[in-house]
């Protein structure tokens, strides 16, 4: 399999795909790890005319991901992600990923009554936000 099959194909290849996904996870097959070995200085993504490759999204991932085990996110739990669509958001999501971790997006439209509610009902034991800090409740 490879990247151009996973992305370029028709609707109807969806269950195999799903199948193959399924797969993967089972033998603990990485996503990101993968397409970093096969694509590693390909860009991953373009953000206002700035690529960032496989490998730099790699490794900032991994460094979050210790990160995140150092404060003591464990296996299973949940972590919240609050930012706008940006780089950071990427890695923020493959390193909960990374950290055998939950990822609990969340809306950065939401105001601070929400984001608790999340936060609670998810379960989350950590965030990645955005250095724009939430308002104060009224």
Known sequence: V???????????AYPNTVRW?????????????????????APAYVFFGRALSYAQLKAQAEALAGWLH??????GDRVALYMQNCPQWV???FAVLRADAVVVPVNAMSK???????AKDSGAVAAVVAARPLPLRP
């Open 2 to 12: 490879t990247a151009a099959d996973l992305t370029a194909s028709p609707a109807a």
């Open 21 to 41: 996904a399924h797969a993967a996870h089972r033998v603990g097959l990485d996503g990101l790890v993968w397409m970093s070995r096969l694509c590693n200085d």
């Open 70 to 75: 150092v404060v003591g996110v464990r296996k």
């Open 91 to 93: 890695t923020g999501y």
């Open 112 to 118: 601070a009554l929400e984001v608790e509610s999340y």
